[in-house]
Nanobody, 121 residues
């Protein structure tokens, strides 16, 4: 059993910063990709950023230059530093990971429960 536990959401004024964290726990052999998606009211879930175990990163165009994703492989934790936040960044942010629990298992997709980020003056 694997769980993803998110923290760090909240409310901030435009131009402010927040840092999200997500820790994976349970039976874990390897984690190839960790990342963040978000979903605003009335919209579908969209990619924000991902990072591989080899530290290759991918960002949505809308967050490039403002958000930074990083990962601590020893702690099975991914972080999202969000700077210069805009009202358009308001959404529920979901942690995502592709995890292999045991060497003989197939890779599975896991999601966190979501954390609210609100950017408003």
């Amino acid at each position: 059993q694997v769980q993803l536990a998110e923290s760090g959401g909240g409310s901030v004024q435009p131009g402010g910063s927040l840092r999200l964290s997500c820790a994976a726990s349970g039976t874990i052999f390897s984690i190839y990709v960790m990342g963040w998606y978000r979903q605003a009211p009335g919209n579908g879930r969209e990619l924000v950023a991902t990072v591989t175990s080899g530290s290759n990163t991918n960002y949505a165009d809308s967050v490039k230059g403002r958000f930074t994703i990083s990962r601590d492989n020893a702690k099975n934790t991914v972080y999202l530093q969000m700077n210069n936040l805009k009202p358009a960044d308001t959404a529920v942010y979901y942690c995502y990971a592709r995890i292999t629990s045991r060497p003989q298992d197939s890779e599975e997709h896991y999601w966190g429960q979501g954390t609210q980020v609100t950017v408003s003056s």
